[in-house]
């Protein structure tokens, strides 16, 4: 397989990434299954060295797993599936980036952190142009569109952000407006979020619509008005000495943008968060 640039097999290494290509719910247009493999085959086109963060992903164990085959068409085994290899191929000390796949795919994820990192401490900070908050889409209560549902339900409402969000219907609005859970994309909120959360554990979601189509196109269900690249990376530094236990990267659906310049994108959102989590 493919590992993405620096990473290793070695499964004592702090730091891992663990790939999961499933897109069994999306509603439009399919293709994140691919996503795991082009990003870690883009990362080779990137510096291992980030001038931003002055650190170098040589200087820090990464272990990179293979990828299981996954059932396309049962999304309920699939979380199944993910959850139980989490559980078995994750040592208790490890620092995951998982690479995704639907967005569906953080709640297997985080029901691990939570066992491991208990739930009454943990946030969970999504960046999105989604809500994700629906109770149920076109009658499955498991989609993409219900996963932060999901994980407010895991980590409660009041510990749960979301940037970027520009998209969701009348009734996410309003329960995310009641719970307070929206923050704007500045880095001045961030910074505030940072100081708030403090040293307790954080799960870092990102959903790569955030992006405008402009900076990323190859995405499932892009929307327009999206943050700038620049300003992603700036907002993602703002949690640089928090204690990120885990983040993901979400919705790349990397044949739909026959430029690969999307690949490189998501990889460099990955870059960005292992240095991030190595520096703990």
């Given at each position: 397989m493919t590992r993405f640039m620096a990473a290793e097999a070695d499964r004592t290494a702090p730091l891992h990434i663990l790939g999961h290509g499933f897109d069994g719910t999306v509603s439009f247009r399919p293709g994140t299954r691919f996503g795991p493999d082009?990003?870690?085959?883009?990362?080779?086109?990137?510096?291992?060295?980030?001038?931003?963060?002055?650190?170098?992903?040589?200087?820090?164990?990464?272990?990179?797993?293979?990828?299981?085959?996954?059932?396309?068409?049962?999304?309920?085994?699939?979380?199944?599936?993910?959850?139980?290899?989490?559980?078995?191929?994750?040592?208790?000390?490890?620092?995951?980036?998982?690479?995704?796949?639907?967005?569906?795919?953080?709640?297997?994820?985080?029901?691990?952190?939570?066992?491991?990192h208990g739930g009454d401490k943990l946030w969970v900070v999504q960046f999105d142009a989604h809500a994700d908050m629906r109770d149920e889409y076109l009658g499955n209560p498991l989609s993409h569109a219900t996963v932060m549902r999901h994980a407010a339900e895991l980590v409660?409402?009041?510990?749960?952000?979301?940037?970027?969000?520009?998209?969701?219907?009348?009734?996410?609005?309003?329960?995310?407006?009641?719970n307070k859970t929206l923050v704007d994309a500045r880095i001045e909120a961030l910074q505030q979020l940072r100081e708030t959360i403090g040293d307790d554990p954080v799960y870092i979601t990102v959903d790569l619509d955030v992006l405008d189509p402009s900076v990323l196109p190859g995405t499932g269900t892009p929307e327009p008005g999206g943050i700038s690249f620049s300003l992603l990376q700036e907002l993602l530094h703002c949690f640089d000495d928090a204690n990120i236990v885990a983040a993901d990267v979400m919705e790349l659906a990397p044949g739909l943008d026959a430029s690969g310049v999307s690949d490189v994108v998501a990889a460099k959102v990955v870059r960005s968060l292992l240095l991030m989590m190595a520096a703990r």
């Open positions: 082009a990003i870690r085959s883009a990362s080779y086109g990137l510096e291992t060295y980030d001038p931003l963060l002055n650190r170098d992903l040589e200087d820090y164990d990464i272990c990179d797993h293979e990828d299981p085959e996954l059932p396309m068409g049962d999304a309920r085994r699939v979380l199944k599936l993910v959850e139980e290899r989490c559980r078995r191929d994750l040592p208790d000390h490890a620092r995951p980036v998982f690479l995704g796949g639907e967005h569906l795919l953080t709640l297997p994820t985080l029901r691990w952190v939570v066992d491991n409660g409402f009041d510990h749960v952000r979301q940037i970027g969000i520009r998209s969701g219907t009348r009734e996410e609005w309003e329960l995310m407006r009641r």
